[in-house]
């Protein structure tokens, strides 16, 4: 691929992130916690794929999206690991509230994961365009 068509993808990842979160966003202002959990998973999903595919990984699952970024950004002391914790926690929780047959996330739940989720998706953006020079 080339070097445009890269910067290009990654932009497209990262603009979804934000977009996905917003939608988080408005989901939660009307009370529809579990599809806000889906929401902000993908978010950082999306924003961990942009990352991964600047530094050559390409990954097609979801479960390799967590092992991979584990694997080059937290175990190697890039990013703190709270936010390894933050993107398998949320993992676990959408496939929570869209899986299991009764289970409900409520405010109390939800709401302090908009600020995590936020300053994971500004590290890893600034990340990215520290790296791109944009």
Do not use: C
């Not at 990654?10 to 009370?31: C, K, M, P």
């Not at 676990?92 to 509230?97: A, E, I, L, M, S």
């Amino acid at each position: 691929m080339k070097a445009e068509e890269k910067r290009e993808y990654i932009q497209y990842r990262l603009e979804s992130a934000r977009e996905t979160f917003g939608a988080a966003r408005v989901l939660a202002e009307n009370g529809y916690w579990n599809s806000a959990v889906n929401r902000l998973y993908y978010a950082l999903f999306y924003s961990v794929n942009a990352i991964l595919y600047l530094t050559d990984i390409q990954v097609k699952k979801h479960s390799s999206v967590k092992s991979q970024f584990t694997l080059h950004f937290i175990k190697t002391g890039k990013f703190d690991k709270k936010y390894g914790h933050l993107l398998s926690e949320l993992f676990d929780w959408r496939q929570k509230g869209d899986y299991d047959n009764i289970f409900d996330y409520n405010q109390e739940s939800v709401m302090p994961l908009f600020k995590q989720v936020e300053e994971m998706l500004d590290l890893i953006e600034n990340t990215i365009k520290e790296e791109l020079h944009i």
